[in-house]
Nanobody, 113 residues
């Protein structure tokens, strides 16, 4: 079970921090990721962090977004800085293991002046 929060409206150049609270599985042993889907487009990868905190980012967000995790709180975060209108999308949290995967319900991020 994954529940995202922190979405909303931001101005270009602004910041938002998304959170994803996990429950019902061994969070510390799962790789976590964020994906996003803009209207009329396919869902795309944004950022990834594994159980030893190695990270990977889409080229479009590298240097602007930071993914992190807090295993004590079973939560993964996405700090988004220098936001652009093209970052507007529904952002989804994703948990992956060899046994099964989980998706959150998504949180809307809108970047507009």
């Amino acid at each position: 079970h994954l529940v995202e929060s922190g979405g909303g409206l931001a101005q270009p150049g602004g910041s938002l921090r998304l959170s994803c609270a996990a429950s019902g599985f061994d969070f510390s042993s799962y790789a976590m990721a964020w994906f996003r889907q803009a209207p009329g487009k396919e869902r795309e990868f944004v950022a990834y962090i594994n159980w030893v905190r190695s990270t990977n980012y889409a080229d479009s967000v590298k240097g602007r977004f930071t993914i992190s995790r807090d295993n004590a709180w079973n939560t993964v975060y996405l700090q988004m800085n220098s936001l652009k209108p093209e970052d507007t999308a529904v952002y989804y949290c994703y948990a992956h293991s060899l046994l099964r995967d989980y998706w959150g319900q998504g949180t809307q991020v809108t970047v507009s002046s």
